[in-house]
């Protein structure tokens, strides 16, 4: 994961995230937050989406087009292998808050396979059943553990 | 400086005190839900976790 990312910020709850975009349209918060599931803190779900600073809430459905799409996968990523990394039991729920994110999701995946493959099992969810991640499949959903 | 503040900066993650409450954002909870829901439906398949940490360890 080496590739160009943004600074991070992460709360002193190591649960929460964030980074400025930066580019045409200006500057824009987002944030990425790993919340738990279950109350053991083994599953959690994954959400991302721009700070809206005037009503204090995430926004999944913003689209900034600041052409920095990869280097914001790229980011996310980092943090995803981040929270793994210290939190080694959990199992990370991802799904795109639409099919178009959760394929970006898979993109970046495929992006950073030969390293994402070494350090984390990601299985992926497709037609009805959890399956071990496949390159060449489009799926609905994943999961992310350490390995 | 503790010792993971200082494991953060080195990772280039900055550790800061003034991020927002989430407890009650909408969509958090939304998506948490249907994360719930969807699982609920979908069980997580252990057995494929397991499976893949033992052809690691072969």
Redesign the interface.
């Known amino acids: 994961m080496n590739s160009e ?1 943004y ?7 190591f649960l ?3 980074f400025s975009s930066r580019g045409p349209n200006g500057i824009i918060k987002k ?1 990425i ?1 790993f ?1 738990p ?1 279950d109350s053991e803190g083994i ?1 959690y ?1 994954l ?1 991302f ?1 721009d ?1 809206d600073e005037k009503n ?5 459905k913003a689209i900034s087009n600041n052409n920095d799409t990869l280097k914001i996968l790229n980011t996310v990523a980092f943090t995803i292998l ?1 929270f793994l990394e210290n939190n080694r039991d959990a ?1 990370l ?1 991802v ?1 795109g ?1 639409t099919r178009s994110r959760t394929r970006l999701y898979q993109i970046n995946i495929l992006s950073f396979w030969s390293e994402i493959s070494v350090k984390i ?1 990601v ?1 992926g ?1 497709y037609k ?5 991640f496949r390159q060449l499949t489009n799926y609905d ?1 994943f ?1 992310a ?1 350490i ?1 | 400086m503790d010792m993971e503040t200082q494991r953060k900066q080195r990772e280039g993650i900055k550790l800061v005190n003034n991020m927002p409450d989430l407890t009650n954002d909408p969509f958090l909870k939304r998506k948490k839900q249907r994360a719930i829901d969807f699982l609920r439906e979908h069980p997580i398949p252990e057995e494929l976790f397991k499976q893949s940490k033992k052809e690691e360890v072969h």
């Open positions: 990312k600074p991070i910020e992460v709360g002193r709850d929460t995230y964030s944030v937050v919340e599931m599953y779900n959400a989406g700070w204090q809430v995430i926004n999944d981040d199992k729920y799904e808050s099992n299985l969810y009805g059943s959890w399956e071990t959903a999961l553990a390995k």
